[in-house]
């Protein structure tokens, strides 16, 4: 299981999506249902009337129908197209937004950042902050994290980004500026877990730490917007 891809045709389009579905992205958008052609006389933004001139087209990324004035050609990496496909005039504002997330916030995340990281799980009363690389995988759906110091024993097991229920802003008390984020998760056993991440206010990487702390919380909206879009049968797990 893992890294295995495989070519898509979809109605939509020709997309790249793993093998196994459970190897999805948390950042990948379900595609919509499309409002059937029967059911729509006029464009949903424009309301010009359709007809044998004036034909009707489906947003990719919503599913409503537009007339070609109304839509355009834009990449929807979030659906995993090769190409970029039809998107009506809202959707393709959303997706361009998105566009930086995908451009810088996703590569900072991957390249991976030097933080301070705070485990409650351990079972030590004294928890102290460790310096760790922290670095989003390849599938973009776990954080790793991986020991500066060889000699330290503390290890923390990988984050599912879709796991985390809560990312909570710390700042210091001085400037508004954020400091450092919260995590609020479950693991694997599905228990409760809390990990907090800080800059390190002396480190020459500071604004490095910051881009990346930024680009996480930008991340976890995304991923809440493609929970809320999931298919509920998609989130329960069928047990044998
Ligand atoms: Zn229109
Ligand atoms: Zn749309």
Same mark, same amino acid.
């Given at each position: 299981?893992? +890294?295995?891809?495989?070519?898509? $045709?979809?109605?939509?389009?020709?997309?790249?999506?793993?093998? @196994?579905?459970? +190897?999805?992205? *948390?950042?990948?958008?379900?595609?919509?249902?499309?409002? *059937?052609? !029967?059911?729509?006389?006029?464009?949903?933004? #424009?309301?010009?009337?359709? @007809?044998?001139?004036?034909? !009707?087209?489906? $947003?990719?990324? $919503?599913?409503?129908?537009?007339?070609?004035?109304c839509c355009h050609n834009r990449p929807l990496p979030r659906m #995993?197209?090769? @190409?970029?496909?039809?998107? $009506?005039?809202?959707?393709?504002?959303?997706?361009?937004?998105? +566009?930086?997330?995908? @451009?810088?916030?996703?590569?900072?995340?991957?390249q991976g950042s030097v933080l301070n990281v705070m485990n409650y799980d351990v079972s030590d009363d004294n928890v102290k902050a460790v310096p760790m690389f922290c670095r989003l995988s390849r599938s973009q759906r776990e954080i790793l994290f991986q020991c500066e110091k060889k000699q330290t024993v503390n290890v923390i097991e990988p984050i599912l980004l879709s796991?985390?229920?809560e990312m909570i802003k710390i700042s210091s008390h001085k400037h508004s500026n954020i400091t450092g984020i919260k995590l609020l998760y479950d693991n694997a056993s599905r228990e409760h877990q809390t990990c907090t991440m800080k800059v390190s206010p002396t480190s020459p990487q500071q604004h490095h730490?910051?881009?990346?702390?930024?680009?996480?919380?930008?991340?976890?909206?995304?991923?809440?917007?493609?929970? !809320?879009?999931?298919p509920a049968g998609n989130t329960i797990e069928i047990q044998e």
């Amino acid at each position: 299981m893992g +890294d295995k891809n495989l070519l898509s $045709c979809t109605k939509s389009g020709v997309k790249i999506i793993p093998a @196994d579905e459970n +190897d999805a992205s *948390p950042l990948t958008l379900p595609e919509p249902t499309w409002i *059937p052609d !029967k059911q729509i006389q006029s464009c949903s933004l #424009c309301q010009t009337k359709f @007809d044998l001139f004036n034909r !009707k087209h489906h $947003c990719r990324r $919503c599913g409503t129908c537009i007339c070609r004035k109304c839509c355009h050609n834009r990449p929807l990496p979030r659906m #995993c197209f090769i @190409d970029p496909v039809l998107q $009506c005039n809202l959707c393709s504002l959303v997706s361009t937004q998105e +566009d930086i997330f995908f @451009d810088e916030h996703l590569k900072y995340l991957q390249q991976g950042s030097v933080l301070n990281v705070m485990n409650y799980d351990v079972s030590d009363d004294n928890v102290k902050a460790v310096p760790m690389f922290c670095r989003l995988s390849r599938s973009q759906r776990e954080i790793l994290f991986q020991c500066e110091k060889k000699q330290t024993v503390n290890v923390i097991e990988p984050i599912l980004l879709s796991e985390i229920k809560e990312m909570i802003k710390i700042s210091s008390h001085k400037h508004s500026n954020i400091t450092g984020i919260k995590l609020l998760y479950d693991n694997a056993s599905r228990e409760h877990q809390t990990c907090t991440m800080k800059v390190s206010p002396t480190s020459p990487q500071q604004h490095h730490q910051l881009q990346w702390l930024d680009a996480l919380l930008k991340a976890f909206e995304l991923v809440q917007e493609t929970k !809320k879009l999931m298919p509920a049968g998609n989130t329960i797990e069928i047990q044998e």
